[in-house]
């Protein structure tokens, strides 16, 4: 058995505290793009929307909710599958993402206004005046994205699905 040392994964160094999402998010190429969201169980429908997301920007900040959060979203009692520090490990290795962090309130409203992005974006089940942060980021003389679907993928219907439901 080898006894060799391994380094730690490049991409965990997107990983980003709450505490010092304001000063790591103003280091970042403008504008910056926000979007937050559970991401439990990453498929092709959320991959191609965060490509998406990013595009519109020079940069990404991902806001994940913690584990109390998803629970409280009423998606069931055994979400969310993976673990928040599973969660942000996956997110921070795509190569669309700059910086994940979380949060454990209900919405990402602190966390939006610590990154102060240029682009708030979600995907297309939001309407642009229904999403969280949409009347601050445009105060500040940002945009609001709602990204429609372009792949119909849902993680509760994989679950599903996996159960033979």
Not at 126 to 139: D, K, L, M
């Amino acid at each position: 058995m080898s006894t060799r040392s391994y380094a730690r994964p490049a991409f965990e160094s997107k990983l980003c505290p709450p505490e010092q999402l304001a000063e790591r998010a103003a280091a970042l190429p403008q504008p910056l793009v926000f979007t937050n969201g559970c991401f439990d169980i990453l498929h092709r429908g959320h991959v191609t929307y965060l490509a998406q997301a990013r595009a519109l920007g020079a940069a990404m900040v991902v806001a994940l909710n913690t584990d109390a959060s998803v629970r409280r979203q009423g998606k069931g009692d055994d979400r969310p599958m993976n673990p928040l520090e599973d969660r942000l490990a996956v997110m921070a290795a795509l190569e669309s993402v700059d910086l994940v962090t979380w949060f454990d309130e209900d919405t990402p409203i602190a966390r939006i206004l610590d990154a102060r992005p240029g682009i708030l974006v979600k995907g297309g089940d939001w309407a642009p005046e229904r999403i969280v942060g949409a009347p601050e980021v445009r105060a500040w003389g940002g945009e609001v994205h709602s990204i429609p679907f372009e792949v119909e993928r849902s993680t509760t219907a994989l679950i599903r699905r996996i159960r033979g439901k």
